[in-house]
């Protein structure tokens, strides 16, 4: 990259210079991970060699400081247009950004690069794209695969390293899922932590701006960012988070200042952090464990639970009925609110000019009918459907009874009781469990050939495990775990398969820290018993020396 | 009209018929003891509990009846602001693929959901959050005192500079595809009565 002179400050040089240069490179760039590569804003440069002082003199503004972070493209910038990967947004350029890209600015991330994803992130694969589908990297053998969706770009770009963080949106699964297929890491906070405010709305009441990463320490960082103001001010005011909650009503302020709370005293407070590990109670929610699950993925899941045992936490069985039929409820709750929300991409006050139809009439229909793609279309009639006079009822309503049920569910086998329900309704439950441990996705990611087959009802059932957590609004972080030869051998290139945590509504700050936890152990217990070294940490040796 | 609801009726209890009820009441939720072997780990995840595919195992059998009608279709359509079918082949495909969704997301008609309140969105429903969010006239006092009155009839204007200033600040009109002055231009021919 012509625009890095030299300086002293070589790592913050090099890592940008490798980021971009990566970027550029022809084999990724046919992974199509990107839809606007970088912003080429006035005063990039200017920005860049301000951030390259502040490396090499300090103070820095935060430890993402120069950190570049992809975008999915669903998210408004300023430095680019946001698409929702959809011909009737394709030239559409946001007048404001969104709050989370905002609050990584002002941490001094360089906010750029805006990923590829399902359109308006209806998909599980990210091949519902207008600028065509994201691949996944691992494709050895020539099988293309899946990258997963919605926010695939965003994880290709992550796992490819054109990107060390990346922002994504999770609605029933899209940033967990391509994490997974991926092998890197994805995060979906708390529902109503993370203001929405600038994030194109697909399905609101279950929306939430997700992070992925390939370190657990980048993800801390992250989220820390997204939470907190930056350095200079962190003894003073540390949350800031109230400003944003003004402009995104569905931020549940309490929770959200809480886990500020949290968050800030891990910061600082080292003693509290060991604290966070303690030993847990760990739940293996049964209805998790599915006939049309992979038996690689089953045997690392149960490989992974031995290891915790080994390391003294307590692995309980549990049961969450409602899980069955969890799936079904999403997709109506989903398909209806993107009904609504989708009513306003009428061609007129934004989108792109057209030509005049053969009728004359500049209709609506005929706007929409030309510039959304199949998916988008199917989904925006089923929601007509369960939200039409006769079949509300039975639908919509019903969806969001067994919606309750799904909370319920949740509430009733975990230890900690859910913050949003009265202290007296919440049931104390001792015998409850700390976290769940499930694997991410049933299946390895699929290959693009064996995608084309299926119907879009069949690609439905991809989200079967990461859609529970969506409903109930709880943390979720999907972590990779190695996964050998020996377990996989119809997949050798792949080598990590995802794993999921998901903590009671709030326990964000846990999530995250036993994650982290947990996969350590068991890969150290995994790589023991194997012999082995995890394929991930050379990747990483080989970054700092090359 | 009274024929139009019969058939909803109708229609509604066909779709309960589709489903043969293999669970209506669901089990209650609870957590086990602690494994305390390696091998009651295996045994916990040696018998799959279910099969997603009984989501769809109604939606791949072949439909005796079409739930939706092509009059029902295109209602929708228009509800949608969609262009309506082109040809019949196109028809018949939306009908197909718009059954074979209501087929996986009807199987929420199995559970008995009698007395369980909607959940609508995720909030705080704690009674202390409730009473927090209740809109009294205290809560609007300061609105209200920001009020301005002109005019004989008394027309009550709410401004608040600060604010207005800051939503005011933005080209509206600079997405719009396309514009003729302060307005949003449209292409149409007009067509003669």
Redesign the interface.
């Given at each position: 990259m012509s625009i890095l002179p030299k300086s002293k400050a070589k790592s913050l040089v090099q890592k940008l210079d490798y980021h971009f240069r990566v970027q550029k490179s022809d084999t990724r760039k046919s992974l199509n991970a990107f839809i606007s590569a970088a912003g080429d804003r006035p005063g990039f440069d200017q920005e860049i060699q301000e951030a390259i002082v502040r490396h090499e003199n300090g103070p820095r503004k935060s430890s993402l400081d120069g950190s570049l972070i992809g975008v999915k493209d669903n998210i408004c910038t300023l430095s680019e247009p946001t698409t929702c990967a959809s011909a009737i947004l394709e030239q559409f350029q946001s007048p404001f950004q969104a709050d989370v890209v905002k609050r990584l600015e002002d941490h001094g991330a360089f906010v750029t690069g805006k990923t590829n994803l399902d359109e308006f992130g209806m998909g599980s694969h990210s091949i519902n794209s207008h600028f065509g589908p994201v691949h996944n990297p691992r494709n050895r053998y020539g099988h293309l695969r899946s990258a997963g969706g919605s926010s695939g770009g965003s994880a290709v770009a992550v796992s490819t390293q054109q990107r060390p963080i990346a922002l994504g949106t999770d609605t029933g699964g899209s940033v967990r899922l391509p994490a997974a297929y991926n092998g890197i890491r994805g995060f979906k906070p708390s529902y109503g932590l993370l203001s929405r405010w600038g994030v194109v709305a697909y399905a609101n009441s279950l929306d939430t701006v997700g992070l992925m990463a390939r370190s657990d320490v980048a993800m801390y960082n992250a989220f820390r960012a997204l939470l907190m103001a930056p350095f200079p001010k962190i003894s003073s005011s540390p949350n800031t988070l109230v400003q944003d909650a003004l402009r995104d009503p569905t931020v549940v302020e309490r929770v959200a200042e809480a886990v500020v709370k949290r968050v800030a005293k891990a910061f600082s407070n080292s003693e509290y952090r060991v604290n966070l590990l303690r030993k847990f109670r760990i739940g293996v929610p049964k209805e998790y464990n599915t006939k049309e699950m992979d038996p690689s993925i089953r045997s690392v899941w149960l490989k992974g639970l031995q290891a915790l045992q080994q390391d003294g936490h307590s692995i309980h069985s549990v049961s969450l009925p409602t899980t069955q039929i969890a799936l079904s409820a999403y997709y109506v709750i989903a398909a209806a609110e993107a009904s609504s929300n989708l009513a306003k991409y009428d061609g007129v006050r934004y989108g792109k000019p057209r030509e005049l139809a053969s009728s004359g009439l500049a209709s609506f229909a005929e706007t929409r009918g030309l510039f959304f793609g199949q998916e988008v279309k199917r989904r925006i009639l089923l929601g007509s459907y369960t939200l039409s006079a006769g079949a509300i009822d039975n639908n919509f309503i019903k969806a969001q009874k067994v919606r309750r049920l799904v909370q319920s569910d949740f509430n009733k086998v975990f230890r900690r009781s859910s913050p949003l329900v009265d202290r007296q309704n919440a049931i104390a439950n001792e015998e409850g469990v700390d976290f769940l441990l499930t694997p991410t996705a049933t299946t390895l990611p699929p290959t693009l050939s064996s995608l084309s087959c299926k119907s879009s009802v069949d690609t439905f059932s991809d989200d079967v495990l990461t859609v529970p957590a969506s409903l109930a609004g709880l943390p979720a972080y999907s972590i990779p775990v190695y996964c050998n030869r020996e377990h996989n051998r119809a997949y050798p290139e792949l080598y990590h398969i995802g794993m999921q945590v998901i903590g009671q509504y709030g326990d964000d700050m846990d999530v995250l820290c036993a994650s982290a936890h947990f996969r350590n152990k068991i890969t150290k217990i995994l790589r023991e018993s194997l012999g082995k070294r995890d394929p991930e940490d050379l990747d990483e040796h080989s970054i700092k020396n090359g | 009209m009274a024929a139009r609801w019969m058939e909803?009726g109708m229609?509604?209890a066909r779709?309960r018929l589709h489903f043969t009820p293999s669970?209506t009441r669901?089990?209650?939720?609870?957590?086990?003891?602690?494994?305390k072997h390696?091998k009651?780990?295996?045994l916990?995840?040696a018998?799959?509990?279910?099969?997603?595919?009984?989501?769809?195992t109604s939606?791949h059998s072949p439909a005796t009846e079409s739930q939706?009608s092509k009059k029902q279709l295109h209602?929708?359509?228009?509800?949608?602001?969609?262009?309506?079918p082109a040809n019949e082949a196109e028809e018949a495909k939306?009908l197909k693929?718009?059954e074979?969704?209501?087929r996986?997301?009807?199987?929420?008609?199995?559970?008995d959901?009698d007395g369980?309140?909607?959940?609508?969105?995720?909030?705080?429903?704690?009674?202390e959050?409730t009473k927090e969010s209740e809109v009294t006239v205290d809560t609007l006092k300061e609105d209200f005192a920001k009020e301005t009155v002109t005019g004989i009839r008394g027309r009550i204007g709410r401004s608040d500079p600060a604010k207005k200033e800051e939503e005011e600040d933005?080209?509206a009109l600079?997405?719009?595809?396309?514009t003729v002055g302060r307005y949003?231009a449209?292409?149409?021919?007009v067509?003669a009565p």
């Open positions: - | 909803r229609l509604m779709q669970f669901l089990v209650r939720p609870y957590v086990g003891p602690a494994a390696v009651d780990i295996e916990m995840l018998e799959p509990s279910w099969s997603v595919n009984s989501l769809f939606h939706v209602h929708l359509l228009r509800l949608s602001a969609l262009p309506l939306m693929d718009l074979s969704q209501l996986f997301v009807q199987a929420i008609q199995r559970v959901t369980v309140e909607p959940l609508v969105s995720l909030r705080d429903e704690t009674e959050a933005w080209d600079a997405c719009a595809p396309k949003i449209l292409d149409n021919k067509s």
